[in-house]
């Protein structure tokens, strides 16, 4: 059985072990910057376990910033309870789980306390491959990020309500 829920600090490795198996080390959040994301806004990770088992997971903090930055990746104080927009960090499913509609299900959640709490809308920054992937949910392409987060050519979408 899936459940989602928000993250607890007792989520920690958990969470640190399944970004280490999605993304490459330049761009994998640290355990420490976890802990950090976690004290700051531990209610803006929506995990989905199997079982007792961390199987996906999205993350991001709320900012009044309309554009996501690195700096944000870096400092988990910068979020902003009453802010305008959620940014989204991080959609990590473990390899084994892809391709069964679960980053997809975690994203709605994100989508769904966004609109509850009144935001203007998301954004996230992703590689070319995947603005199909979040235009399906409403994202529009802004074109490319300031963001160099682990070297890489981002794509800024945003999704406003």
């Not at 910068?78 to 679960?102: C, D, S």
Request: contains cysteine.
């Amino acid at each position: 059985m899936k459940i989602i829920r928000t993250a607890v600090m007792s989520d920690l490795d958990a969470v640190a072990s399944v970004e280490a198996e999605c993304f490459p080390p330049a761009e994998a959040a640290t355990k420490e910057e976890f802990a950090e994301r976690l004290r700051y806004y531990g209610d803006y990770f929506w995990l989905m376990f199997e079982d007792e088992k961390l199987i996906a997971f999205v993350d991001g903090f709320v900012t009044d910033e309309k554009d996501l930055t690195d700096e944000m990746y870096e400092k988990a104080s910068m979020h902003n309870e009453n802010g305008a927009w959620q940014m989204i960090f991080g959609v990590n499913t473990l390899p084994a789980y892809r391709k069964q509609g679960y980053a997809g299900e975690l994203i709605q959640e994100a989508i769904r306390t966004a609109k509850k709490q009144g935001r203007k809308g998301l954004v996230l920054t992703c590689k070319d491959a995947l603005v199909p992937y979040y235009a399906k949910f409403g994202f529009q392409n802004e074109g490319v990020s300031g963001s160099v987060h682990g070297n890489v050519v981002w794509n800024q979408m945003r999704l406003v309500f």
